[in-house]
């Protein structure tokens, strides 16, 4: 069974950069690269939103605007891992980030995924 495991995450000060990386594994036969790979958040008493998603055919990038342009999703296909650059981070984007796929996207919202990590945790402070 594939799965999809965050890494990157941790504590941050306001203006910092931190980049999440999504890793898979389980199926030496899967290819990221017939998938959808979206990048999520949930703050505390907050709904999950999506913030990045990228389809690689065609090529669609979809961003929140509370990210658009300090945020960057990319994705390696050879080595089926998945990216999420992060910029100029400010409290508000502390969350448990986390990355999932899916076979087709309209919207980027967490109801088109069916593949899940854990989740990794980022936290921007001083």
């Known amino acids: 069974q594939v799965q999809l495991v965050e890494s990157g995450g941790g504590l941050v000060q306001p203006g910092g950069s931190l980049t999440l990386s999504c890793a898979t594994s389980?199926?030496?036969?899967?290819?990221?690269?017939?998938?959808?790979v979206g990048w999520f958040r949930q703050a505390p008493g907050r709904a999950r939103e999506g913030i990045a998603c990228a389809d690689d055919t065609p090529h669609t990038i979809y961003y929140a605007d509370s990210v658009k342009g300090r945020f960057t999703i990319s994705r390696n296909n050879a080595n089926n891992t998945a990216y999420l650059q992060m910029n100029d981070l400010r409290s508000d984007d502390t969350a448990v980030y986390y990355c999932?796929?899916?076979?087709?996207?309209?919207?980027?919202?967490?109801?088109?995924?069916?593949?899940w990590g854990r989740g990794t945790q980022v936290t921007v402070s001083s």
């Open positions: 389980g199926f030496a036969g899967f290819a990221l690269k017939n998938y959808v």
């Open positions: 999932a796929t899916a076979v087709y996207m309209d919207y980027c919202r967490d109801y088109e995924f069916d593949r």
